[in-house]
């Protein structure tokens, strides 16, 4: 069967236990659609906590980034992995022994304050619909070229989907559509990963297979060969990265801290029954993302080399199947510079010929290997599990923030549970729609988009829990402040350099040499320090808020 056959059958068989789950799983309280209950097991907790962060960006984008950018990629990993540990030992039992619904629950009740609750829910939207902007766009890629049609036409189909098991099935039908969907996403990864480290080096074993000679017979390492293609392109050596260690450094840590600060993810640790088994589930979940997380720097290496390999110095009319079909999408280009009918890729901008989307690396692996149609159709179905899985966690928050923290605790406190679940069910519908637009006009690729999210969460939400749990003395005026100037100086930042709004401005007028995508990281210590000294010119929480944080902070369920 053709690539197209298998690609309707493998992503119609998914679809169809997507919705089959979401009909089986429908939500009939706002406790099930919020929490599911808090009845998840904390196995199939840990495997829907592993599908909603392993977003579009760490399937789809992630290895593309490191393919591209060699060692300054590996900040993704470093950052995204970091960050999840971070979560899972400082916030996620508190929070779960908190035993609210949302983030901004948390900061509204323990900054005893409606102000801060409504802070809290607008960092929550500005954060959510920035991170489902990438996802969105990750759908639109994956239907674009396997599904032959335009990017914006996909995101509308991924839309559609997502409405009918969020809507319908709230958290509860999300759980368990995210644990078949992580099925099918890690063996999507891993079964071409597989393939090609053994076409490539003979190990089964991608990780093992990175590190490996090559069977050509020369006695090459991977890294060697590629770090020699890379010279004679004129690329800077694939081991070697080009950006400041400050920089760096500031991006690692805006994406971990960021990961500890994403309402998404929090609130999958409001889905089990106690803070023992948040624990137990967040050690599943680190697991799980760590088999994806391994095989990234590997599948970027074997996909840099064989697309060096096939494209540079080939003439173009007998280029392979799989470059046409990608440039029908858009996202390969070739422009014939010198008119001589050889692609020339090369570093220096004013030669080089040809543009390739970076979002394309690990949809289009298997096609440049040669691998077969099936395991490419699945690698289609596993893109869109990962981007599905996490829209549909975000748009979630989304929709409880309105529902529950808006209208149920300020607007309408004496609001019904049908009401309640009637507003959640209509601002995941309108979530869907802003999230469609955002997906069809994004602000950067893929993985970058979702790094300024990261940045966002690190700039508002991250140092007001990790202060609200650990710091008895922090009240609302300094958590409030802390928060509203940290995610402007985020915003005003992102905008500037991203938008070239406020007078733009590129590499050389960054401040301190810190990209966008770290600038969270100062962003979130100016929050800290504005939130620890404002709180200090006023009076100290009051006693029963002193209370819940000591008894959030015991041992125990």
Known sequence: MDIQIWTYLIVGVSFALYIGIAIWSKAGSTDEFYVAGGHVPPLANGMATAADWMSAASFISMAGLVSFMGFDGAVYLMGWTGGYVLLALMLAPYLRKFGKFTVPDFIGDRYYSDIARTVGVVCALIVSFTYVAGQMRGVGVVFARFLEVPINTGVIIGMVIVFFYAVLGGMKGITYTQVAQYCILIFAYMVPAIFISIQLTGKWIPQIGFGSQLLDGSGTYLLDKLDGLHRELGFAEYTTG??????????????????????????????????????????????????????????????????????????????????????????????????????????????????????????????????????????????????????????????????????????????SDKGELRWARIAAGAAVIVAGYFGINPPGFVAATVALAFGLAAASFFPAIVLGIFDKRMNKEGAVAGMIIGTLLMLFYMVKYKLQAFGGGDQTDWWFGISPEGFGTVAMIVNFVVSIVISRFYAAPPEEVKQMIERIREPGE
Not at 370 to 398: E, F, H, K
């Open 242 to 415: 080009a950006k400041s260690t400050l920089d760096l450094f500031a991006i690692t840590f805006a994406l971990m801290v960021g990961t500890a600060g994403l309402p998404h993810v929090i609130v999958r640790f409001f889905t089990v029954p106690s803070m023992k088994d948040a624990r137990i589930s967040a050690g599943y979940a680190l697991i799980l993302i760590a088999i994806l997380y391994t095989t990234a720097p590997a599948i970027a290496a074997f996909a840099r080399t064989n697309l060096i390999e096939t494209v540079s110095d080939a003439e173009y009319a007998s280029v392979p199947e799989w470059f046409k079909n990608w440039e029908s999408t858009g996202l390969i280009s070739f422009e014939d510079k010198n008119e001589n009918g050889t692609i020339q890729y090369v570093a220096d901008p004013e030669k080089n010929e040809l543009k390739i989307d970076r979002d394309i690396i690990v949809l289009a692996n298997p096609e440049i290997a040669q691998l077969p149609n099936w395991v490419i159709a699945l690698v289609a179905a596993g893109g869109l599990a990962a981007a599905l899985s996490t829209a549909a966690g975000l748009l979630l928050v989304i929709s409880t923030s309105v529902s529950h923290d808006l209208i149920k605790k300020q607007i309408k406190p004496n609001i």
